[in-house]
């Protein structure tokens, strides 16, 4: 006979319990849902942020009209689109 405290498979986030049938807990299906509104939040955090202040960043450049509206408004947002 086996000692089952030797065997190891400690429990950890992941885990699920017994009785569930091979579902995961609720406990990890909140987690999961919080960890994903996080990334979500952090991941478009930024998206906001430049589009009211694309004047003041281009006098900060030194870019004119055309240059603010081709680098700013174009190239920069399409880099932040395509990450994320």
Do not use: H, I
């Not at 089952?4 to 999961?32: E, I, L, M």
């Not at 430049?50 to 081709?70: C, I, Q, T, W, Y």
């Amino acid at each position: 006979m086996k000692d089952k405290s030797r065997q190891g498979g400690g429990r950890g986030a992941g885990d699920v319990d017994d009785d569930t049938r091979g579902r995961p807990t609720r406990r990890v299906k909140y987690y999961t849902v919080g960890l994903l509104t996080l990334t979500s939040m952090f991941l478009y955090a930024d998206q906001n942020l430049l589009s009211p202040n694309l004047s003041a960043v281009a006098e900060d450049f030194g870019f004119d009209e055309r240059e603010k509206d081709l680098k700013l408004g174009g190239w920069l947002q399409l880099a932040f689109f395509c990450v994320g």
